[in-house]
């Protein structure tokens, strides 16, 4: 009997330990729940304003901290061929005015950088023209076909048959692919 007794033990402790999940089990789980995430669209926040007004976020909320200089930013991408991680500032030049799908930035020396959305999962402001922009995310240089300048020339309001007879060749840009933005009044105003 008392051999019945410890075995019965014995099974239950057993049975116990084995419907316990190991920690091996729950690596693994959560290695293959990252990857899963990882190949999925990047979900963005709604759109929001600050307290008093003096800015608007988009994407991945993003703060002014760590923004380097549009010359620290050039001389880098010419040395790299592309600058990922990296924060920004410049003029609005110019906004899609459909959805507020991209946007053109000035930088210094009269260089602009076309930004457009990563995933297009956010838009900014139609009206953020002639305001400043704090961009997060990848700088590198591009070849714009013709179809996508004319595009873009008819989102800013041109007519089709004038974009057509003005942008005949593809022109090499400055591209950036932001995952956050900042937009606020010029300083002043």
Not at 2 to 7: C, P, R, T
Not at 109 to 121: A, C, L, S, T
Not at 122 to 147: N, W
Request: glycine share 8%; proline share 3%; net charge negative.
């Amino acid at each position: 009997m008392k051999v019945y007794a410890y075995l019965l033990v014995l099974s239950l402790a057993l049975a116990a330990w084995a419907c316990q999940p190991s920690e091996q089990k729950t690596e693994d789980v959560t290695e293959e729940k990252t990857e899963e995430v990882t190949e999925e669209k990047s979900a963005y926040p709604a759109d929001s304003v600050a307290a008093d007004s003096s800015m608007s976020f988009h994407g991945f909320r993003i703060d002014g901290e760590g923004v380097i200089s549009s010359e620290e930013a050039l001389a880098m991408l010419e040395e790299k061929g592309e600058l990922a991680g990296i924060k920004v500032a410049g003029n609005v030049d110019q906004v899609c005015q459909m959805r507020g799908c991209w946007m053109d930035m000035s930088l210094v020396e009269g260089k602009q950088v076309h930004v457009r959305f990563k995933d297009y999962g956010f838009f900014v402001p139609t009206d953020a023209s002639g305001k400043i922009a704090i961009v997060e995310g990848r700088l590198y240089a591009d070849t714009v076909s013709v179809e996508d300048i004319r595009h873009k020339a008819e989102d800013g309001g041109m007519d089709p048959e004038e974009a057509a007879k003005k942008y005949t060749e593809p022109q090499a840009q400055l591209a950036f692919e932001a995952t956050g933005v900042i937009i606020k009044d010029q300083e002043g105003k």
